[in-house]
Nanobody, 121 residues
Framework: ELVESGGGVVQAGDSLRLSCATSIYTLLDYNMGWFRQAPGKERELVGAIDWNGHNDYYEPTLKGRFFISKDNVNNMVYLQMNNLKPEDTAIYYC????????????????WGQGTQVTVSS
């Protein structure tokens, strides 16, 4: 139901936009988020946006560099990543849930397969 794209290999300081195509019937109802997992580390929440786009949350160290947007008409979710750093290297996952609490707690019902982002120094 969720398919990420846009990952790749970039240099430090570059920007990258990840896309998440969804087949969720009514994306408008869903809270959506992006998670990432770096090698040897636990999966972490990058950020989330609520169902109508009025509220969002970002991992504090990423706020100001990463931005999530949601296109309910075209069933797309995006993660804009700016000024990328080598420590941003990870597999990035799109996720969604009707329940905001479940999403930000890291237990959303819907997951994508992930897309690799590698940032070289």
């Amino acid at each position: 139901e969720l398919v990420e794209s846009g990952g790749g290999v970039v240099q430090a300081g570059d920007s990258l936009r990840l896309s998440c195509a969804t087949s969720i019937y009514t994306l408008l109802d869903y809270n959506m988020g992006w998670f990432r997992q770096a090698p040897g580390k636990e999966r972490e929440l990058v950020g989330a946006i609520d169902w109508n786009g009025h509220n969002d949350y970002y991992e504090p160290t990423l706020k100001g560099r990463f931005f999530i947007s949601k296109d309910n008409v075209n069933n797309m979710v995006y993660l804009q990543m700016n000024n990328l750093k080598p420590e941003d290297t990870a597999i990035y996952y799109c996720a969604g849930d009707l329940n905001w609490g479940r999403l930000v707690a890291g237990w959303p019902e819907n997951w994508g397969q992930g897309t690799q982002v590698t940032v070289s120094s």
